[in-house]
């Protein structure tokens, strides 16, 4: 297996399905994409350490691109044809249990293995709703596109980066202020 390129977006380490989400990025006042082709699936696969378990291959590529749009529409449009069109995804896989010499766990199985990483995508957005849908966030920078689950304490987390969108909303409202008075 040859070495997988840097990868080169702004935020990562979120769950899965933001993650995701977060293939798309803006850059200098145009969005940059990841997923344009498999060598960047296999970066986003690499990132989220499934690149030995899936191939970034054509059809890989196409069911992760499909769960992609589906997150975005169930995050930032109409959940429920978002709900729909993610339900669609999750058809393809199904969590088997299985005793194992740990304990109880649950396996993963799909009826085709391209498949894989856009079901485990959409079935990682159902834990997050599961466990505090209130928390997915899109960063509140407008000139941002990214997501990021609000694990702060208070839970009032605003931007993706503090350091990137945060300081330049601080750095327009100081200037803003400046230029008034």
């Known amino acids: 297996m040859s070495p997988t390129p840097q990868d080169p977006r702004p935020l990562t380490g979120e769950p899965l399905a933001l993650d995701l989400l ?7 006042g145009a969005v940059q994409d990841l997923l ?6 296999a970066v986003w696969l690499a990132a989220n ?6 191939a970034a291959d054509a059809a890989t590529l196409r069911h992760t691109l499909e769960v992609r749009d589906a997150l975005k529409t169930a995050v930032d449009g109409s959940f429920a044809e978002g709900a729909a069109r993610v339900d669609a995804v999750l058809a393809h896989g199904r969590i088997r249990a299985t005793l194992t010499a740990e ?7 799909f009826e085709d293995v391209s498949w894989g990483p856009a079901w485990l995508a959409a079935r990682d957005y159902l834990q997050l709703l599961a466990t505090a849908p209130d928390r997915i966030r899109s960063c509140a920078h407008e000139a941002c ?34 230029k008034e008075g």
């Open 22 to 28: 977060n293939t798309r990025w803006m850059r200098d």
């Open 36 to 41: 344009r082709d498999t060598d960047g699936l």
């Open 49 to 54: 350490g499934l690149r030995d378990r899936f």
């Open 103 to 109: 304990g109880p766990g649950e396996m993963p199985e």
């Open 145 to 178: 596109i990214l997501h990021f689950f609000d694990t702060s304490r208070n839970g009032t987390r605003r931007w993706c980066s503090m350091a990137v969108c945060g300081n330049r909303a601080k750095a327009s409202r100081h200037y803003a202020r400046a």
